[in-house]
């Protein structure tokens, strides 16, 4: 779970009893959206100026800041899906949609216009579906 609290907490627990795995700040900007890997006990969050991947290093989540470089513009990203092989797609407020490989961008693809969001997106195999404000 994630909370708009100043913090914005992020929670890791098991459904079944409630039990919280671990409990860390996710920054002080909001998170839109979050994903957990298909291969792994990684996750992905999104939002307001961030995307962050957490993992488990010494029996702790601990998170790395994403990385656009020269991949493609930063801006704040709306939405978030695992792909295969620890990889994850998100889409941005700029219509793009960003391809991180570890907490590094690889590819941003101008999926709809530069004024118009990427709402959603869904995975199905090696496609990606993406619905937005156009």
């Not at 999104?46 to 991949?71: D, L, P, Q, T």
């Not at 295969?84 to 941003?108: D, Q």
Request: proline share 3%; glycine share 14%; charged share 15%.
């Amino acid at each position: 779970s994630c909370a708009f609290d100043n913090d914005h907490m992020v929670r890791v627990f098991t459904w079944e009893n409630g039990t919280v795995l671990f409990t860390g700040k996710g920054g002080p900007d909001k998170i839109l959206d979050a994903a957990w890997s298909i291969d792994s006990a990684e996750f992905c969050t999104v939002g307001i100026k961030h995307v962050y991947f957490w993992s488990i290093e010494n029996g702790s989540y601990n998170n790395k800041r994403g990385i656009c470089g020269k991949a493609g513009p930063a801006t704040n990203l709306t939405c978030v899906q695992p792909l295969a092989g620890g990889n994850f797609v998100a889409g941005g407020s700029n219509g793009m949609i960003y391809v991180f490989s570890g907490n590094a961008c690889s590819k941003a693809i101008q999926i709809h216009p530069t004024t118009a969001s990427v709402h959603t997106l869904r995975v199905s195999g090696n496609v990606v579906i993406t619905g937005g404000s156009d």
